[in-house]
């Protein structure tokens, strides 16, 4: 897998997925997930691997002005073509009869030749009405290949793991794909309130006024910021964390009782070897965090602790800073010998 995040960069989406699957498909430590995935597409007991199939597996093969299947698996014998498709729009209006022509002529003496067109449930019907209309107004007949439709959601379920690469794969579609994108009145009315933007911002404006008031104590790195993320590490000596906005979580909260962007978190990779573990663990939890499968230490932070309406001449930002203060020195304490 040397080369794997230089195969991947740039790639977003449709060809993002792709290659990541390409690479679950091609690895010999992912010959478990290769027989699940064989498993499922042919709806077959007989569970092997790529290799154990003789299978090669290239990405982008192509063909010319009939295309290129994002996937294109093939033995000897057998070879299928699969399209990985969320959103993309359909090609040209006669994408698979392009790539049912792609069988008959390239691959014309191999006696399995199948499509599987990869999508998720919601667009099924949609694909599957292109599909059907591309085939009547082509007249393409199908013969002996084989059309089948292949959904994401399934191949999540069989591939659910704490593997890494396998893990964030299925993390990447679910948030970005399978999550509802239908907006509900209450949604849009939300969002058309200017009160919700501006809400946002502030969050975004206080995380520095917060990082200032921290690194007097604390070396404070720079700040990070993505689409799920702005905030900054915290280096406390015997442990690392990390503050501010964390959207993942803010999407699905650890803690039901408390809806927030904001959380302080700490992963076992950032405590050092000085730190005794068990006792650290039990006792993260007396001060508030809660262990995540993904993002193992987390403390969520209730905006309540921004509310102005109190006598107080303490700005908002500053009494969080002054709760993130002392939960810092706890986290401390808890990781001394």
């Known amino acids: 897998m040397k080369d794997f995040f230089v195969s991947i960069e740039g ?9 990541i699957l390409a690479q679950i498909l091609i690895s010999r430590e992912f010959a478990a997930y290769q027989r699940l995935f064989f498993s ?34 093939y033995n000897t014998n057998s070879v299928f073509l699969i399209e990985n498709k969320f959103y993309a729009p359909y090609s040209n ?4 009869s392009r790539y049912i022509e792609i069988l008959n002529t390239h691959f014309s003496n191999y006696s399995r030749k199948e499509i599987f067109l990869l999508t998720i449930k919601r667009r099924l019907n949609h694909y ?17 290949v084989k059309l089948n439709y292949l959904l994401w ?39 058309n309130n200017n009160n919700y933007p501006q809400a946002l911002n502030k969050i975004f404006n206080l995380i520095p006024l917060i990082k200032d008031i921290i690194l007097k104590s604390y070396t404070v790195q720079r700040t990070s910021q993505s689409y799920n993320y702005y905030g900054f590490y915290i280096e406390q000596g015997l442990v690392k964390s990390w ?47 809660v262990k995540h499968n993904d993002f193992h230490w987390v403390k969520p932070y209730d905006l309540k602790l921004l509310s102005s309406k109190d006598s107080s001449s303490e700005l908002n930002y500053e009494k969080l800073a002054q709760v993130l203060m002392n939960d810092l020195e706890k986290v401390q304490n808890v990781a001394r010998p």
């Open 11 to 19: 790639l977003s989406s449709e060809n993002l997925t792709t290659e």
């Open 40 to 73: 499922h597409i042919f709806q077959e007991n007989c569970l092997k691997s790529t290799e154990e199939y003789g299978y090669e597996v290239t990405t982008q093969m192509d063909f010319k002005e009939l295309g290129r299947p994002d996937l294109v698996i």
């Open 93 to 96: 209006e006669n994408q698979i």
């Open 128 to 144: 599957e009405e292109k599909i059907s209309k591309d085939l009547i107004l082509s007249n393409t007949k199908v013969g002996t």
């Open 153 to 191: 959601d399934d191949i999540l379920k069989i591939f659910a793991s704490t593997n890494f690469v396998v893990n964030n794969l299925a993390y990447f579609i679910q948030t970005r794909f399978l999550t509802s994108i239908e907006l509900d009145p209450k949604e849009i009315e939300m969002l």
């Open 243 to 289: 503050f501010g906005y964390f959207f993942p979580l803010w999407l699905t909260p650890i803690d039901v009782n408390v809806c927030t962007p904001l959380h302080l978190q700490i992963r076992e990779e950032w405590i050092t070897n000085g730190v005794d573990l068990t006792k650290f663990n039990n006792e993260l939890s007396t001060i508030g965090f």
